[in-house]
Nanobody, 124 residues
Protein backbone atom coordinates (compact mmCIF):
# COMPACT_ATOMS: atom_id res chain seq x y z
CA UNK A 1 0.00 0.00 0.00
CA UNK A 2 1.43 3.36 -1.04
CA UNK A 3 1.39 6.15 1.52
CA UNK A 4 2.49 9.75 1.05
CA UNK A 5 2.69 11.94 4.13
CA UNK A 6 3.42 15.65 3.78
CA UNK A 7 4.80 18.01 6.39
CA UNK A 8 6.37 21.45 6.57
CA UNK A 9 3.54 23.77 5.64
CA UNK A 10 2.83 26.96 7.56
CA UNK A 11 2.33 30.69 7.41
CA UNK A 12 5.01 33.08 6.18
CA UNK A 13 5.26 36.61 4.93
CA UNK A 14 5.94 37.37 1.29
CA UNK A 15 9.59 36.88 0.46
CA UNK A 16 9.99 34.13 3.02
CA UNK A 17 10.82 30.46 2.57
CA UNK A 18 9.34 27.09 3.47
CA UNK A 19 10.45 23.53 2.93
CA UNK A 20 7.87 20.83 2.38
CA UNK A 21 8.61 17.15 2.89
CA UNK A 22 6.80 14.07 1.68
CA UNK A 23 7.61 10.72 3.26
CA UNK A 24 6.80 7.93 0.83
CA UNK A 25 6.29 4.27 1.54
CA UNK A 26 5.13 1.30 -0.52
CA UNK A 27 6.35 2.60 -3.88
CA UNK A 28 7.93 -0.16 -5.92
CA UNK A 29 9.43 -0.42 -9.36
CA UNK A 30 11.98 1.78 -11.04
CA UNK A 31 9.90 4.10 -13.21
CA UNK A 32 7.66 6.64 -11.59
CA UNK A 33 7.17 10.34 -11.15
CA UNK A 34 6.84 12.18 -7.87
CA UNK A 35 5.88 15.76 -7.43
CA UNK A 36 3.79 18.49 -5.91
CA UNK A 37 0.42 19.96 -6.78
CA UNK A 38 -1.31 22.87 -5.11
CA UNK A 39 -4.86 24.06 -4.87
CA UNK A 40 -5.99 27.51 -3.87
CA UNK A 41 -9.54 28.11 -2.61
CA UNK A 42 -11.97 28.18 -5.50
CA UNK A 43 -9.33 27.12 -8.03
CA UNK A 44 -8.40 23.89 -9.74
CA UNK A 45 -5.51 21.78 -8.55
CA UNK A 46 -2.37 22.59 -10.53
CA UNK A 47 0.98 20.91 -10.93
CA UNK A 48 3.91 22.75 -9.39
CA UNK A 49 7.10 20.68 -9.56
CA UNK A 50 8.06 17.12 -10.47
CA UNK A 51 11.01 14.76 -10.50
CA UNK A 52 11.13 11.51 -12.42
CA UNK A 53 12.74 8.24 -11.44
CA UNK A 54 15.28 7.00 -12.28
CA UNK A 55 16.54 9.82 -14.54
CA UNK A 56 15.66 12.65 -12.09
CA UNK A 57 14.28 14.89 -14.83
CA UNK A 58 12.83 18.05 -13.27
CA UNK A 59 9.75 19.94 -14.40
CA UNK A 60 8.41 23.18 -12.96
CA UNK A 61 5.35 25.29 -13.45
CA UNK A 62 6.37 28.59 -15.05
CA UNK A 63 5.18 30.56 -12.03
CA UNK A 64 7.66 28.87 -9.67
CA UNK A 65 10.74 28.49 -11.85
CA UNK A 66 13.76 30.05 -10.19
CA UNK A 67 12.02 30.10 -6.79
CA UNK A 68 11.11 26.47 -6.01
CA UNK A 69 13.39 23.45 -6.00
CA UNK A 70 12.15 19.86 -6.01
CA UNK A 71 14.49 17.12 -4.82
CA UNK A 72 14.46 13.58 -3.55
CA UNK A 73 16.43 11.63 -0.95
CA UNK A 74 16.26 8.02 -2.07
CA UNK A 75 17.80 6.70 1.15
CA UNK A 76 15.06 8.34 3.20
CA UNK A 77 12.29 7.79 0.61
CA UNK A 78 11.45 11.44 0.97
CA UNK A 79 10.51 14.10 -1.54
CA UNK A 80 11.15 17.79 -0.81
CA UNK A 81 9.98 21.12 -2.13
CA UNK A 82 12.14 24.08 -1.22
CA UNK A 83 10.08 27.25 -1.70
CA UNK A 84 11.86 30.59 -1.74
CA UNK A 85 10.76 34.17 -2.32
CA UNK A 86 7.20 33.13 -1.60
CA UNK A 87 4.36 35.25 -2.94
CA UNK A 88 0.75 35.57 -1.77
CA UNK A 89 -0.34 33.77 -4.94
CA UNK A 90 1.58 30.69 -3.73
CA UNK A 91 -1.01 30.26 -0.98
CA UNK A 92 -2.86 26.97 -1.09
CA UNK A 93 -2.98 23.35 -0.04
CA UNK A 94 0.08 21.51 -1.30
CA UNK A 95 -0.24 17.84 -2.18
CA UNK A 96 2.47 15.28 -2.70
CA UNK A 97 1.84 12.96 -5.64
CA UNK A 98 3.18 9.80 -7.23
CA UNK A 99 2.48 8.43 -10.70
CA UNK A 100 3.56 5.17 -12.28
CA UNK A 101 4.76 6.87 -15.44
CA UNK A 102 8.19 7.34 -16.96
CA UNK A 103 7.47 10.98 -17.84
CA UNK A 104 5.99 13.52 -15.48
CA UNK A 105 2.92 15.50 -16.44
CA UNK A 106 1.09 18.37 -14.79
CA UNK A 107 -2.31 16.68 -15.04
CA UNK A 108 -4.00 15.63 -11.78
CA UNK A 109 -5.75 12.87 -13.72
CA UNK A 110 -2.38 11.16 -14.29
CA UNK A 111 -1.66 10.83 -10.56
CA UNK A 112 -2.00 7.39 -8.99
CA UNK A 113 -1.40 8.34 -5.35
CA UNK A 114 -2.00 11.47 -3.30
CA UNK A 115 -0.93 12.70 0.09
CA UNK A 116 -3.36 14.35 2.45
CA UNK A 117 -1.98 17.84 1.84
CA UNK A 118 -0.25 20.53 3.86
CA UNK A 119 -1.37 24.15 4.03
CA UNK A 120 0.83 27.04 2.89
CA UNK A 121 -0.26 30.61 3.60
CA UNK A 122 1.73 33.56 2.33
CA UNK A 123 0.73 36.99 3.59
CA UNK A 124 1.62 40.27 1.94
Amino acid sequence: QVQLVESGGGSVQAGGSLRLSCAASGLSGSNYCMGWFRQAPGKEREGVAFISTPRSILNYHASVKGRFIVSRDNDKNTLYLEMNNLKPEDTGMYYCSASRKTSCTFRPADVDYWGQGTQVIVSS
